[in-house]
T-cell receptor, first 114, second 115 residues
């Protein structure tokens, strides 16, 4: 199956700093990638749709200036959590698909903001 | 937008018994319904999926049924084993050929298979 790589897998940062998370499709081109957030013992909530070469589409309630998304190539999307605070601590997961129904998920990034 | 409800939130079964998890969705345009298994700290793993032109699909011990009229779908796991213990999520999306699939997830079911 298709492989989606996500990096880093775990990051700890101080409050007020920014953190960048990368999502790569390793063996296919993805014009669209999705970013999800999952708090402990909760479901995956879609944050935004990342579109190659254009602006991301954010879900209601997600601050676009806080969660910056860049999809500069067909194989890479990045999510930057700016001025992170403890309430941003969560599990962030990306997904990409080959223009089929089945999305492939990255391994996730556990963010802990101190 | 789409809303997916999932029940039960926790399910405990004895090894060898069957487990059933049910989901309902709100958007009649949804046509793709995957089920995921997620272990603690890991990515969701697709275990089975079904499209709206099919009423049932089976893969060994796992089966999914879909009732489009009622807008609900269910996951059935037979002969459960301890390694089936995990959190299971249903999801729904509207899939068009050539476009990526944006999933709306259910709230999850924590399945515990006891010896």
């Amino acid at each position: 199956g298709a492989v989606v790589s996500q990096h880093p897998s775990w990051v700890i940062c101080k409050s007020g700093t920014s953190v960048k998370i990368e999502c790569r499709s390793l063996d296919f081109q993805a014009t669209t990638m999705f970013w999800y957030r999952q708090f402990p013992k909760q479901s995956l909530m879609l944050m935004a749709t990342s579109n190659e070469g254009s602006k991301a589409t954010y879900e209601q309630g997600v601050e676009k200036d806080k969660f910056l998304i860049n999809h500069a190539s067909l194989t890479l999307s990045t999510l930057t959590v700016t001025s992170a605070h403890p309430e941003d601590s969560s599990f962030y997961i990306c997904s990409a698909s080959r223009q089929t129904a089945t999305p492939y998920f990255g391994a996730g990034t556990r963010l802990s903001v101190l | 937008g789409e809303n997916v409800e999932q029940h039960p939130s926790t399910l405990s079964v004895q090894e060898g018994d069957s487990a059933v998890i049910k989901c309902t969705y709100s958007d009649s345009a949804s046509n793709y319904f995957p089920w995921y298994k997620q272990e603690l700290g890991k990515r969701p793993q697709l275990i089975i999926d079904i499209r709206s032109n099919v009423g049932e699909k089976k893969d060994q011990r796992i089966a999914v049924t879909l009732n489009k009229t009622a807008k609900h779908f269910s996951l059935h796991i037979t002969e459960t084993q301890p390694e089936d213990s995990a959190v299971y999520f249903c999801a729904a999306s509207i899939y068009d050929t050539g476009t990526a699939s944006k999933l709306t997830f259910g709230t999850g079911t924590r399945l515990q298979v006891t010896l």
